[in-house]
């Protein structure tokens, strides 16, 4: 059986959604953009109506939402600014490796305080010297004792530093690839655990992005995720999931890229009419309409095979590549029809490219993202 209508519950979240994207996050998207500033206002109040780290399961004190309905909210906060969806995205990302990989205590343990309080999760995978070849990490971790001793250095993390519990990947014999890698849920509070907030991005400017530094950091073993040699795994298990909320949130920019133009085009007039009456720029905004469709149903299907319990990884790649592609065409394209106009700050369009190029890039590029595909045509 197809069905594509949401529940009763699906269409109030998205409501839910819509109206805080609506009042909290757009009248002050731009001015956070703009000061490079972590809107922990807006944060707070994501968590006093419910739409902060909604993965986090009822054992743990948490809704325990699918991924369906995590991306079904996902595309309308990211209508109003993909880069504050990106550190309640971030902190799905982090809360995934130890739903992934954690005990039912580790996840009670590292989890209820994220639904306590407004706080966030993050997840440090990337190093300044390998993003891609996410197993050749250099960050170690050895074990004194019942502790585990971390030193590295991280990179490009989102909510890093300011993340109440961070899941890090380090190598316990570098060069060893992927079967010497651990998972270790590391406490902002860890002496010697440091961070330098990457400024200056090109978008989502609003996110924090940080560089994480491990000085001899020590956390327990019960904070290892899984057994010795599974970090690797567990990260990319995550990915298979997190990929798709990154297909949602581009999806979301793209239909706000398409509203801001149909909005513009009835309004502009060029040669005594109004430039939406142009086949020109009709045509652009048809294909926007046609990228929309095609990239929620993809961003769909691939959320609920999740939530079945069966295989994603392929359904997730496509869905963040090709999502992420289509929304930063439809950016392109709004720019576009808004002329000069767009070029400048005075309409959102310009904001809207610059924030979604990130999606092209990061929880895997889109050249990755077709290295899985083509992996996953091509295996035997
Ligand atoms: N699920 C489970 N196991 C997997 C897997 C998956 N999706 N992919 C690979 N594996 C297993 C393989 O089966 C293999 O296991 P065995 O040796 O036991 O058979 C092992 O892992 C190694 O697999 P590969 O040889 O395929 O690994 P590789 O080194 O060639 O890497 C890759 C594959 C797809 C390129 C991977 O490295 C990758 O995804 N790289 C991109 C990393 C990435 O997405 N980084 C984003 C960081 S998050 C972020 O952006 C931060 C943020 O804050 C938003």
Not at 221 to 234: A, C, S, V, W
């Amino acid at each position: 059986m197809i069905d594509f209508s949401l529940t009763d519950e699906q269409k109030q979240l998205q409501q839910l959604a819509r109206d805080f994207a609506r009042k909290e996050i757009m009248p002050v998207a731009e001015e956070y953009d703009r000061r490079e500033e972590m809107p922990w206002d807006v944060i707070k109040k994501a968590h006093e109506v419910g739409l902060l780290n909604v993965a986090v399961p009822e054992h743990a004190g948490g809704l325990g939402l699918g991924m369906v309905d995590e991306c079904i909210i996902g595309e309308e906060l990211a209508y109003g600014c993909m880069g504050m969806f990106t550190i309640m995205m971030a902190s799905e990302l982090g809360i995934t490796p130890i739903l992934v990989g954690g005990t039912e205590e580790q996840q009670k343990r590292f989890l209820s305080p994220l639904v306590e309080k407004p706080a966030l999760a993050a997840f440090a995978l990337s190093e300044p010297n390998n993003g891609s070849d996410a197993a050749g990490m250099h960050t170690t971790a050895v074990l004194d004792g019942d502790e585990w001793v971390i030193n590295g250095t991280k990179m490009w993390i989102s909510n890093g530093g300011e993340a109440e519990v961070t899941v890090v990947f380090a190598t316990t014999e570098r060069g060893a690839g992927h079967k010497a890698t651990v998972a270790l849920v590391v406490p902002k509070d860890a002496p010697g655990f440091s961070y330098n907030k990457i400024k200056h991005k090109m978008g989502q400017r609003a996110s924090l992005t940080s560089e994480l530094v491990f000085e001899n950091v020590r956390v327990p073993r019960e904070n290892q995720l899984g057994g010795l040699g599974d970090g690797f795994k567990i990260a990319m298990k995550t990915l298979d999931k997190t990929r798709i909320p990154v297909a949602a949130g581009s999806v979301g920019v793209a239909r706000r890229a398409l509203d801001e133009s149909v909005k513009y085009s009835k309004e502009r007039e060029a040669f005594g009419k109004p430039i939406s009456s142009f086949q020109a720029l009709q045509f652009k905004m048809a294909d926007m309409a046609m990228g929309i469709e095609t990239g929620r149903l993809m961003y769909l299907k691939a959320a609920w095979l999740v939530d079945q319990g069966l295989p994603h990884g392929y359904e997730s790649a496509i869905a963040k590549a090709y999502c992420s592609d289509m929304a930063f065409d439809a950016a392109n394209e709004a720019i576009q029809i808004h002329g000069g106009y767009g070029y400048v700050g005075e309409y959102p369009v310009e904001k809207l490219l610059r924030d979604v190029k990130l999606n092209q890039i990061y929880e895997g590029t889109n050249e990755i993202q077709r290295v899985v595909i083509s992996r996953s045509l091509l295996k035997d």
